[in-house]
């Protein structure tokens, strides 16, 4: 039983009656949720970042001219810029290895980013070109005009030149005094890495640089050592990378080969990750305490608090808020038994809280779980995760669950759960809640029109406006809270505080939105657990998974500026990391679509330029399969409906045959 103390005292974690309540989550143990694997996190990239330019009121001079390897017969040079007014004061010339200067065969304008955060972009595609080294010259329309800063990127399709580099991390949690290995990875058929040793593929010697930018604002560069374990053909390289503060480090490598077929190749690939304190450790000891209050003593099976002591001795040496994300699983380690055998897992948010002088994080466990089971009992797989990264700060293997020796014969000699309910898997307040309002409902006795329910309309990150053609929508609320940059749980929090002043409410949401509902309705217990209707969460394009953008706006704002800010939960690991914490039950509920670019033009996009980075299909700011929720409701993809105004296509959130849709079923 891993030899570890446990305590035992009577205590019962209250409910703050400031904030909505915490919902105390549980499962069977084929739902217990891992922490996210780095490799769905990698970012794999077949774009040339070229970086920065200084437009200055001058014609420019060769001096000025930024030089790309181009290996496949169509490419997407792309120019970024602050204000709407300089793009339209820049001209791009390119000219190809022979020396003429080439016309695009589509140019196209839209905003590059995600949601409001986005920069004024110009995508010029070239198609059928020639194979070398190409010069593009970004100058001013006319002398006089005023200065400006832009940032460029070039761009090869997969089905053209199918090299790429991979960038990834060995660990996705990341704190402060710790290190990951990060990983560049070069794949499709290369030959060599220029740099190497000889050209039958052998990289030993060749040479790569990892760029990172530091939360202090200094730039490093850290030498990539070559893997030569791995076949050349496919050639990877790692740096360490420690972490010596707290906040974003965004890193990037750039790898110039050679194919096979002798064409130059460049590329590079970007990874952001934020660190962390180490803000708590757990101390090995365990504090189980029944619920005496009323409405716990009135419940069939008996509930217990399970508070894991922590070492700081001091609650006000640990963060009041945001609170923890706290895991474990449950086993039975039955004597008479030849095999462990897992009964359940307990999660949920926890505020740190103080139990006779110690600070706790506590779950809660409806002994249901436990019947039919034989003692004693483990919580094994234990982590405790902070909300600003859902970094898991501190872990255990093993730790004792301490029951009475009565209570466990009891819970042995009792029937197993035949069926799993509401209140078992969130809370009994969850489940008493709606059972009063489809109650209530259903004899028509209620008190006031917000009894009736409202629906939500949830715009998403740094929106201007809500996405929404509102006039398809009826008995509805819109939530404002434009132009912010909210994480996820913040975002939820308000959603929740929107919300608090009607007994029930359904959602639907656009982008960023859809992730945070979703996140309240996963933690903590509020009007939307007692919607009635067929569906409580509808979300269009939200990136449950991330975006590559995220990552990419945070190394383009250290020279545009970052506008409404960066926001590392929409990257592919923070997005990951958040999500691996999402009980399959929540997601359940959840019901989503997506949209793409209209089909049969020279060249498919919603945005030229970010099509250019993102996969296919994508609406411009999102990409299709980083949308689908493993567990939700994928209610169809659909073509010509981009993710917001000024695409090529109109938005997903206009459709007003959808709209009324998602009116009809809603719940609320």
Same mark, same amino acid.
């Given at each position: 039983?891993?030899?570890?103390?446990?305590?035992?005292?009577? /205590?019962?974690?209250?409910?703050?009656?400031?904030?909505?309540?915490?919902?105390?989550?549980?499962?069977?143990?084929?739902?217990?949720?891992?922490?996210? $694997?780095?490799?769905?996190?990698?970012?794999?990239?077949? !774009?040339?970042?070229?970086?920065?330019?200084?437009?200055?009121?001058?014609?420019?001079?060769?001096?000025?001219?930024?030089?790309?390897?181009?290996?496949?017969?169509?490419?997407?040079?792309?120019?970024?810029?602050?204000?709407?007014?300089?793009?339209?004061?820049?001209?791009?010339?390119?000219?190809?290895?022979?020396?003429?200067?080439?016309? %695009?065969?589509?140019?196209?304008?839209?905003?590059?980013?995600?949601?409001?955060?986005?920069?004024?972009?110009?995508?010029?595609?070239?198609?059928?070109?020639?194979?070398?080294?190409?010069?593009?010259?970004?100058?001013?329309?006319?002398?006089?005009?005023?200065?400006?800063?832009?940032?460029?990127?070039?761009?090869?399709?997969?089905?053209?030149?199918?090299?790429?580099?991979?960038?990834?991390?060995?660990?996705?949690?990341?704190?402060?005094?710790?290190?990951?290995?990060?990983?560049?990875?070069?794949?499709?058929?290369?030959?060599?890495?220029?740099?190497?040793?000889?050209?039958?593929?052998?990289?030993?010697?060749?040479?790569?640089?990892?760029?990172?930018?530091?939360?202090?604002?200094?730039?490093?560069?850290?030498?990539?050592?070559?893997?030569?374990? !791995?076949?050349?053909?496919?050639? +990877?390289?790692?740096?360490?990378?420690?972490?010596?503060?707290?906040?974003?480090?965004?890193?990037?490598?750039?790898?110039?080969?050679?194919?096979?077929?002798?064409?130059?190749?460049?590329?590079?690939?970007?990874?952001?990750?934020?660190?962390?304190?180490?803000?708590?450790?757990?101390?090995?000891?365990?504090?189980?305490?029944?619920?005496?209050?009323?409405?716990?003593?009135?419940?069939?099976?008996?509930?217990?608090?399970?508070?894991?002591?922590?070492?700081?001795?001091?609650?006000?040496?640990?963060?009041?808020?945001?609170?923890?994300?706290?895991?474990?699983?449950?086993?039975?380690?039955?004597?008479?038994?030849?095999?462990?055998?897992?009964?359940?897992?307990?999660?949920?948010?926890?505020?740190?809280?103080?139990?006779?002088?110690?600070?706790?994080?506590?779950?809660?466990?409806?002994?249901?779980?436990?019947?039919?089971?034989?003692?004693?009992?483990?919580?094994?797989?234990?982590?405790?995760?902070?909300?600003?990264?859902? @970094?898991?700060?501190?872990?255990?293997?093993?730790?004792?669950?301490?029951?009475?020796?009565?209570?466990?014969?009891?819970?042995?000699?009792?029937?197993?759960?035949?069926? !799993?309910?509401?209140?078992?898997?969130?809370?009994?307040?969850?489940?008493?809640?709606?059972?009063?309002?489809?109650?209530?409902?259903?004899?028509?006795?209620?008190?006031?029109?917000?009894?009736?329910?409202?629906?939500?309309?949830?715009?998403?990150?740094?929106?201007?406006?809500?996405? /929404?053609?509102?006039? $398809?929508?009826?008995?509805?609320?819109?939530?404002?809270?434009?132009?912010?940059?909210?994480?996820?749980?913040?975002?939820?929090?308000?959603?929740?505080?929107?919300? +608090?002043?009607?007994?029930?409410?359904?959602?639907?949401?656009?982008?960023?939105?859809?992730?945070?509902?979703?996140?309240?309705?996963?933690?903590?217990?509020?009007?939307?657990?007692?919607?009635?209707?067929?569906?409580?969460?509808?979300?269009?394009?939200?990136?449950?998974?991330?975006?590559?953008?995220?990552?990419?706006?945070?190394?383009?704002?250290?020279?545009?500026?970052?506008?409404?800010? $960066?926001?590392?939960?929409?990257?592919?690991?923070?997005?990951?990391?958040?999500?691996?914490?999402? %009980?399959?039950?929540?997601?359940?509920?959840?019901?989503?679509?997506?949209?793409?670019?209209?089909?049969?033009?020279?060249?498919?996009?919603?945005?030229?330029?970010?099509?250019?980075?993102?996969?296919?299909?994508?609406?411009?700011?999102?990409?299709?399969?980083?949308?689908?929720?493993?567990?939700?409701?994928?209610?169809?993809?659909?073509?010509?409906?981009?993710?917001?105004?000024?695409?090529? $296509?109109?938005?997903? @959130?206009?459709?007003?045959?959808?709209?009324?849709?998602?009116?009809?079923?809603?719940?609320?």
């Amino acid at each position: 039983m891993g030899g570890l103390r446990a305590l035992s005292v009577l /205590f019962c974690v209250g409910v703050a009656l400031s904030k909505p309540a915490y919902k105390h989550l549980a499962g069977p143990p084929t739902e217990f949720m891992p922490p996210a $694997d780095p490799t769905t996190a990698v970012v794999t990239s077949h !774009i040339r970042l070229l970086h920065s330019a200084n437009v200055i009121s001058q014609p420019r001079d060769a001096n000025d001219d930024k030089n790309f390897y181009v290996d496949s017969p169509d490419f997407t040079f792309v120019v970024l810029c602050a204000e709407e007014s300089s793009l339209k004061n820049i001209e791009v010339i390119v000219t190809s290895p022979s020396g003429k200067v080439v016309k %695009p065969a589509e140019e196209s304008e839209g905003p590059f980013g995600i949601g409001g955060r986005s920069y004024p972009s110009r995508g010029l595609f070239f198609s059928k070109v020639e194979h070398g080294q190409w010069t593009v010259r970004v100058q001013p329309m006319s002398i006089g005009d005023a200065p400006t800063q832009v940032f460029t990127f070039v761009t090869f399709s997969d089905e053209d030149s199918p090299v790429t580099v991979s960038l990834a991390a060995s660990s996705l949690h990341t704190l402060v005094g710790e290190s990951v290995q990060l990983r560049a990875v070069v794949s499709g058929p290369t030959a060599r890495l220029l740099g190497a040793t000889n050209s039958t593929g052998a990289n030993g010697d060749a040479k790569l640089e990892l760029v990172v930018r530091h939360p202090s604002g200094k730039t490093t560069v850290e030498p990539m050592h070559p893997d030569t374990a !791995i076949d050349a053909s496919n050639p +990877a390289f790692e740096a360490q990378l420690s972490f010596a503060e707290t906040g974003h480090y965004k890193t990037e490598v750039v790898v110039q080969g050679q194919r096979l077929d002798g064409k130059v190749y460049e590329r590079s690939a970007w990874y952001w990750m934020t660190a962390v304190d180490k803000s708590a450790e757990l101390s090995g000891d365990v504090v189980v305490t029944p619920c005496q209050d009323e409405l716990h003593r009135s419940l069939k099976a008996e509930q217990l608090t399970v508070n894991l002591v922590l070492k700081s001795p001091q609650l006000s040496a640990i963060p009041a808020s945001p609170p923890y994300r706290v895991y474990a699983e449950i086993f039975s380690s039955s004597f008479s038994s030849t095999k462990d055998v897992a009964v359940a897992w307990i999660g949920g948010l926890s505020d740190v809280s103080e139990v006779e002088g110690k600070s706790v994080v506590s779950l809660h466990l409806d002994t249901s779980w436990l019947q039919g089971h034989e003692g004693p009992f483990e919580l094994r797989n234990v982590r405790v995760e902070e909300l600003d990264s859902y @970094s898991t700060v501190t872990s255990a293997a093993v730790l004792e669950l301490p029951l009475e020796p009565d209570t466990v014969l009891r819970l042995a000699a009792m029937k197993p759960v035949t069926a !799993i309910t509401r209140q078992m898997r969130q809370g009994y307040h969850v489940g008493q809640k709606l059972e009063r309002r489809q109650s209530a409902r259903q004899s028509g006795n209620t008190t006031n029109k917000a009894d009736d329910g409202v629906l939500l309309l949830v715009h998403g990150y740094c929106a201007p406006d809500t996405p /929404f053609s509102v006039n $398809d929508f009826t008995n509805y609320r819109v939530f404002e809270d434009y132009k912010k940059n909210r994480r996820t749980s913040e975002f939820a929090a308000l959603i929740a505080e929107f919300g +608090a002043e009607h007994e029930s409410f359904g959602v639907v949401t656009h982008s960023q939105g859809g992730l945070s509902a979703l996140d309240m309705f996963a933690y903590l217990s509020t009007g939307l657990d007692n919607a009635v209707g067929e569906r409580r969460l509808q979300s269009l394009a939200s990136p449950y998974r991330g975006s590559p953008l995220s990552g990419l706006l945070a190394i383009i704002g250290d020279l545009l500026g970052i506008g409404c800010g $960066d926001n590392s939960d929409l990257s592919y690991n923070g997005a990951e990391k958040w999500l691996a914490g999402i %009980p399959m039950a929540a997601r359940s509920e959840v019901y989503y679509y997506t949209g793409q670019y209209s089909t049969g033009h020279l060249i498919n996009y919603c945005v030229l330029a970010s099509n250019a980075v993102l996969s296919w299909p994508n609406d411009g700011m999102v990409e299709q399969k980083r949308c689908n929720l493993d567990g939700g409701n994928d209610m169809g993809h659909s073509k010509g409906q981009c993710h917001s105004v000024n695409m090529r $296509d109109p938005p997903i @959130s206009t459709n007003s045959e959808r709209n009324a849709v998602l009116n009809s079923l809603a719940a609320r």
